[in-house]
């Protein structure tokens, strides 16, 4: 039995930074080598006639994803050297016999994208019958993000045809090996090892994977689960970064704890200094929560104090955000619970049970609602609607990811502006 192939996506959009990620990933033991449809959009065919120049006994792979003009298009790749051109699937049938007559014609093979397929069983099985020579068991990066799967998809595609069957689309090592396990004859890998601070180490750890893939027992684990698993590895400014730069709340200052909040929220709507309804949400709130509470934004009269934070910290709430005044500091200091608030004053007001707990609220310029999620650290705090949790959670640690590539490209010399190109990037009036 041969070993599976190893196919890196370059799915970047600076040819200059793809020279070096190429270079490493075949040091660690890639066999093919993906122009992604991002750097093709941004270099065109350049792109693949570079790369090739660079590395001409490695098959490179062009991520065309033709949807109309199939003969043009794979004629295209296959002159700039791409020795495997990528169509949709979901093409018309006459899209698809036109680059199967323009492959056969160059010697090229096709690679069949199943992203989108509503029937991607039976349209594999008619691209087999049309001569396509590969059918990829694709999840594209905005599925992934709602928590489609891969390896969902290449189960009911395996074993339903008789050529060669690959996997992409959110593997990492674990999941790339189980893909080996399910039948997958080429591993698709793109962001694990391409956003990757050590290029060659991430690929040579899939690379070991998939020559000796184990079925592993996978844990289930509940969805927001899965969601603080997440929320632990990134930033807050991973996460309004991953929401187009919102959801950031303004004017707040961290007055207790060193720790990032996580944790989904417990709204507290209550008048100027009425520390009744934020006290009693403490005893609606779970280990974990997250307390955010509007003082009708008033910054001279405190509803929170040192031993509502202590009743917090010893049930494990996750943190306390007051869009308001804070007092006791000098006590709230000494615990580890977070806290943000807008001000500190030393005045409180009376418990006069004015207001609602778990309702919508406004706080700090973004709107809370019962559930949503909160992650803070020292540069802030930022809101996630609830509904995109799971998606936001995950685009963030793909900012996370591209970050860590970035820092180590910085840390060889280059700095953000070149490595980002940005007068390339500026707009043009």
Known sequence: MEPPTLQVALDILDLSRAYAIADETLAGGADWIEIGTPLIKSEGMHAVREIRKRHPEIPIVADMKTSDTGALEVEMAAKAGAA????????????????????????????????????????????????VHIINAHVGIDQQMIGRDSLELLERITGSVSIPVAAAGGLDAARAAQAVAHGAAIVIIGGAIIRSGDVSGSTQKIRSAIDRPVERTVTQVSRDEEIRRMLQIVSSSNVSDAMHRKGAMAGLVRFGGGEKIIGRAVTVQTLAGDWAKPVEAID???????????????????????LATLSCQNKGVAGVIIDGAVRDLDDIQTMTIPLYARAAVPNAG????????????????Q??????????????????????????????????????RLREEIQRGSTLSVVMDLLRWEKRR
């Open 367 to 404: 709107t809370v609602r019962p559930g949503d999620w909160i992650i803070g650290d020292a540069s802030g705090i930022v809101v996630i609607p609830k509904e995109r949790a799971y998606e936001i959670s995950r685009r963030a640690v793909e900012v996370y990811k591209t970050e860590d």
């Open 284 to 306: 609606r709130a779970g280990a974990g929560d997250v307390i955010v509470i509007n003082n009708d934004r008033d910054t001279t009269v405190a509803p929170w104090g040192e």
């Open 350 to 365: 009376e418990p006069k049970g004015f207001g609602e707990i778990n309702t919508e609220i406004r706080c700090c310029g």
């Open 84 to 131: 495997i051109v990528c169509i949709l699937a979901e093409a018309d049938d006459a899209v698809i016999n036109e680059a199967v007559r323009a492959a056969d014609l160059y010697g090229v093979r096709l690679m069949g994208d199943m992203m989108n397929v509503g029937d991607p069983l039976t349209r594999a099985r008619e691209l087999e019958e049309m001569g």
